[in-house]
């Protein structure tokens, strides 16, 4: 079964950076495109960036030149570097295969950006 684990959430000043990290345990993890998800409770989840099997990066617009996605296929992990912090990034933040999966939902991790 496969499954992923997000981690490195917390509270964060505007304008202040955060690394989130997401761990997978499936062994074909180095084939799939992930993304970065993220939701807050008035909105529907959305995409923030993916990530192709060989490092090709998307970007949501309203994180484009903020957020870094990365990945070490050998470690299955993934990685989200955020700057430039903005209270509006205030969201549970998920990882996913790209298009993402119902059954890899995990519990996420969350990111408050506040004064």
């Known amino acids: 079964q496969v499954q992923f684990v997000e981690s490195g959430g917390g509270l964060v000043q505007p304008g202040g950076s955060l690394r989130l990290s997401c761990a997978a345990s499936s062994s074909a993890f180095h084939v799939l495109s992930m993304g970065w998800y993220r939701q807050t409770p008035d909105e529907q989840r959305e995409l923030v960036a993916s990530i192709s099997s060989d490092g090709s990066t998307y970007y949501g617009d309203s994180v484009k030149g903020r957020f870094t996605a990365s990945r070490d296929n050998a470690k299955k992990t993934m990685t989200l570097q955020m700057k430039e912090l903005k209270a509006e990034d205030t969201a549970v933040y998920y990882c996913?295969?790209?298009?993402?999966?119902?059954?890899?939902w995990g519990q996420g991790t969350q990111v408050t950006v506040s004064s």
């Open positions: 996913n295969t790209f298009p993402s999966v119902r059954d890899f």
